[in-house]
């Protein structure tokens, strides 16, 4: 039961950041400000969570992780409320500052923390049912957010969401999230160093996620209006990034079954990953028709499946899992240069070009950079 909630809360959480491109048009014309504008918030999905998320990994690690999710639920929910009221660009942009405290209090952080604690010896397992609430997202969120859009309008669309959030989270975490602290029993786990900073794996794993997650975020704020500037309509591109919800319980469910087998060779298995991710990038670039951009998010969407449960499995063959939370949360500071920089930028070029090629090849750049981080990792 906790790990399904897991996958409600990370689905219901950072899985809404796969429709953020959704709401891109619309809030540009409603303000009447340039996409660079709008993509600038998905920095603050970067930004809140590298100032806190230190602190929260602390906190997680301490206090009844139920108490955090039960705030993070309240908060989002509202916020999410406040951003679909907005009279003002400034108004949804606070407002959604408050969305994204809110979900980073049940986010990734807190959620993974518990599986690592909750499942030991099973990570790999309990992770990626976790992380299966990204695809799941993935696959009902688009076609839903593309129904209620040609319904509605943008705010219906998002009081919709808020109901459902707060409804759906806040039912499931009553029922199966442990009510106290979760310890850790004494096991054959790596032991932690005593000062992190000074251990190179903390920081070849942070920067090797850092630059893997945030293309995938760059990708889920691209593709929608990537797929609208090909001619296809918002109903198709939801469709489209549907198909990567598919592929990514196929991508976890290879990550559950290999995980906890090759513990010693998941270096490897992240590097593998993040090649069918440049694979799948490049097929995009070169798609002329449905069924080639099908193929292309396919393979998109099972790297991005099997990449998500990858950062606090990886963390937990180098690090005790009494600590993971605050581990994972001190890397977070590691995802803000190209988050700070990478959706704004990745509109910049649009609004310049047209089209989205030249932040494809960017991505391409970028993750074969993470690439050679994972490469160099010491075995484990």
């Not at 992770?127 to 705010?155: E, N, T």
């Not at 500037?229 to 990514?248: D, H, K, N, P």
Request: hydrophobic residues 60%; aromatic residues 10%; proline residues 6%.
């Amino acid at each position: 039961m906790p790990a399904i909630a897991g996958m409600l809360l990370l689905g219901l959480g950072v899985g809404l950041m796969g429709i953020y491109g959704f709401f891109v048009t619309p809030l540009a014309k409603e303000f009447d400000v340039g996409v660079a504008i709008i993509n600038i918030g998905p920095v603050a999905m970067l930004l809140v969570p590298g100032f806190l998320s230190p602190l929260i990994g602390r906190l997680a690690d301490r206090i009844p992780i139920r108490r955090l999710i039960f705030t993070g639920i309240v908060v989002a929910a509202l916020s999410m409320l406040a951003v679909s009221l907005a009279p003002s660009l400034r108004w949804a942009a606070v407002a959604f500052i408050g969305l994204t405290v809110g979900l980073i209090l049940y986010g990734p952080v807190v959620v993974n923390g518990l599986m690592v604690k909750r499942y030991p010896g099973r990570e790999a397992r309990a992770l990626a049912i976790a992380a299966m609430g990204m695809s799941v997202s993935a696959v009902v969120l688009p076609p839903l957010v593309g129904g209620l859009l040609s319904a509605g309008d943008w705010r219906f669309t998002l009081q919709v969401l808020a109901v459902g959030l707060a409804v759906v989270l806040g039912l499931i975490s009553y029922f199966a999230i442990p009510r106290g602290v979760i310890t850790v029993a004494e096991s054959d786990e790596p032991a932690a160093p005593l000062d992190i900073y000074r251990y190179p794996p903390f920081w070849l794993i942070g920067l090797c996620m850092a630059l893997g997650l945030n293309v995938a975020m760059i990708g889920a704020i691209c593709f929608p209006p990537h797929f609208a500037q090909q001619g296809y309509s918002i109903a198709e591109a939801g469709w489209f990034l549907s198909v990567t919800g598919i592929a990514g319980f196929t991508g976890k469910t290879v990550v559950a079954w290999l995980g906890d087998r090759i513990q010693q060779g998941a270096k490897w298995l992240v590097a593998g990953i993040m090649l069918l991710q440049i694979f799948g990038l490049f097929l995009l670039m070169r798609a002329d028709s449905s069924a080639s951009i099908y193929a292309a998010m396919l393979m998109i969407g099972l790297s991005n499946g099997a990449f998500i449960p990858m950062h606090p499995f990886i963390n937990s063959r180098y690090f005790d899992a009494a600590i993971i939370s605050e581990v994972t949360g001190k890397q977070m500071p590691l995802f803000l240069p190209l988050g700070l920089v990478g959706a704004p930028m990745a509109g910049y070029i649009f609004d310049q070009t047209g089209n989205y090629q030249g932040v494809f090849i960017s991505m391409i750049a970028i993750v074969a950079i993470a690439v050679c981080f994972a490469v160099i990792l010491p075995v484990k």
